[in-house]
C-alpha cells in the first residue's frame, strides 16, 4: 500500500524560506513521481513541482521557477522542497502526491496521481 506522508511547513515572513519533505512509500521500484502541490483558500489546486525519483529529473510551475527547489536526498528517502524568496501569494495548504507516473509539466498541469498526502500549511505573513 502507497503511504504518502509530507512535513515541514509553518510561517514565515515574506522574503523568508522553508523547507517542506516528502516521503513516498510502498512504490516496488523507484519509476515514480513526487509531485508538490498548492491550494489557496478560494483557489483551485494549482501544481509546484515535481521530480522522478529514478532519475532526478524535475519540473517547475511557472509561479515559483526560480525560487523553488525540488530535490531528492537517497540517504533519507525523502524528496525536499527548498521555497525561498516566499511571497504573500505562496500562502497554501501545500501537498504531496505520488504515482507511478514521470515527472512533467503536463502532470504539474493535469494532476493526475493518485496517492496524496494530508497536506501543510504554509502561511507567508509579516
Known amino acids: 500500500q502507497v503511504q504518502v506522508v509530507e512535513s515541514g511547513g509553518g510561517w514565515v515572513q515574506p522574503g523568508g524560506s522553508l523547507n517542506l519533505s516528502c516521503a513516498a512509500s510502498?512504490?516496488?521500484?523507484?519509476?515514480?513521481?513526487i509531485g508538490w502541490f498548492r491550494q489557496a483558500p478560494g483557489k483551485a489546486r494549482e501544481g509546484v513541482s515535481c521530480i522522478s525519483y529514478s532519475d532526478g529529473s524535475a519540473a517547475y510551475g511557472d509561479i515559483v521557477k526560480g525560487r523553488f527547489t525540488i530535490f531528492k536526498d537517497n540517504a533519507t528517502n525523502r524528496v525536499y522542497l527548498q521555497m525561498n524568496s516566499l511571497e504573500l501569494e505562496d500562502t497554501a495548504v501545500y501537498y504531496c502526491?505520488?504515482?507511478?507516473?514521470?515527472?512533467?509539466?503536463?502532470?504539474?498541469?493535469?494532476?493526475?496521481?493518485?496517492?496524496w498526502g494530508q497536506g501543510t500549511q504554509v502561511t507567508v505573513a509579516s
Open positions: 502526491a505520488a504515482d507511478e507516473v514521470p515527472c512533467s509539466s503536463v502532470l504539474l498541469r493535469l494532476k493526475i496521481l493518485d496517492y
Open positions: 510502498g512504490f516496488t521500484s523507484e519509476n515514480y513521481a
